[in-house]
């Protein structure tokens, strides 16, 4: 088959397809929506995209993504310094974030550990976690990956680590429905969540 | 609520969150992946939205998007310049194109008349029909706008400014499901509704 629309619309067409859950379908939509958008505002699409990847960049300390060399966060005097909680995604900082109830900081690993994907510890941002450890200013580890297969191995792994360092290492109290996803979980249930939290 | 990324963040986010059928998660989960790319492949991508815009325009003759002056359809000589076949969208000439059948020329109204979204006969591409039309080369009008209530009431409208050039006007044979979508129509189906259309 040959082309079916101009080299240029194919292009954006194919561009939309690598997107995680669009298909054939959606991808000519979100095509044409663009198309059919005044141009100013898909240039300011184009340049979002642009200026995201240029200007955001893994806070030196934590890992999530900031556009400051060190996060908000990570600069906060007022937070709690010794008392990490580590997530998958910097999308779970925000979820925590969201209860006001975590004084303490983050440490965001980039995914976790996976096999099956041929994701290791090395491909995630452990060694980081245990150069700020290693530190010494670290008291407690709040282990808050997903309570799934990956979540839970990662996190024991990490445990393994910390442990010989003297760190209490806890896990977020399973509040979080089993087999779900932390992003998705309401600002009541976090809270649960950490406030019983339990030594591994 | 205060953000929750850093801003460049939030701003690829709600960039996202414009495009139709994306929602909050969505866009968030777009954006992270984007984000995620190599730099050379984010910017394939911001380049792809700006190249389309820049390079792809409607064709002179039959609107349909094209980056020539002219789409390869009307610049055609093999094909049959007396037959257009009416539709609403690009995507409709491409699932009409897939069946190979279809030896004519097209017009693209870029949308139907609906009065419920304000979009009246000049908001679309009729105008530029008739100009086609009064130019005396035509003998047959195809409307293959979709069967539901705005596309019928569009070809109706269409048939009864272009009766009075003495131009066959035909409707697609009801072989498409009534009330679905021309673009998501199979082959078969489609090639069924170009053989047995009828004089309005």
């Known amino acids: 088959m040959t082309e079916e629309f101009a080299p240029p619309v194919e292009e954006l067409i194919s561009q939309f397809r690598r997107l995680p859950g669009v298909g054939k379908k959606s991808a000519q939509r979100l095509a044409?929506?663009?198309?059919?958008l005044p141009d100013a505002e898909a240039e300011a699409f184009a340049s979002a995209i642009i200026n995201a990847k240029k200007t955001v960049f893994q806070c030196a300390v934590c890992c999530n993504l900031t556009d400051r060399e060190t996060c908000p966060v990570c600069e906060d005097e007022g937070r709690d310094h010794t008392t990490i909680c580590v997530v998958a995604d910097p999308k779970d900082?925000?979820?925590?974030?969201?209860?006001?109830?975590?004084?303490?900081?983050?440490?965001?690993?980039?995914?976790?550990?996976?096999?099956?994907?041929?994701?290791?510890?090395d491909d995630i941002r452990i060694r980081e976690l245990m150069a700020r450890i290693?530190?010494?200013?670290?008291?407690?580890?709040?282990?808050?990956?997903?309570?799934?297969?990956?979540?839970?191995?990662?996190a024991m792994y990490i445990a393994?680590?910390?442990?010989?360092?003297?760190?209490?290492?806890?896990?977020?109290?399973y509040g979080i429905p089993v087999g779900g996803h932390l992003e998705f979980a309401d600002d009541?249930?976090?809270?649960?969540a950490l406030a019983g939290r339990s030594e591994i």
Chains 1, 2 share one sequence.
Do not use: C, W
């Open 134 to 154: 290693a530190g010494g200013e670290v008291r407690e580890l709040i282990l808050a990956t997903d309570p799934d297969t990956t979540g839970e191995a990662t």
């Open 93 to 121: 900082v925000a979820a925590i974030e969201r209860t006001r109830e975590y004084k303490g900081t983050y440490h965001v690993l980039h995914g976790v550990i996976s096999p099956l994907d041929a994701v290791g510890p």
């Open 188 to 192: 009541v249930t976090l809270t649960r």
């Open 32 to 36: 044409f929506f663009v198309l059919g």
């Open 160 to 173: 393994r680590l910390a442990k010989p360092f003297g760190v209490k290492v806890t896990r977020l109290a």
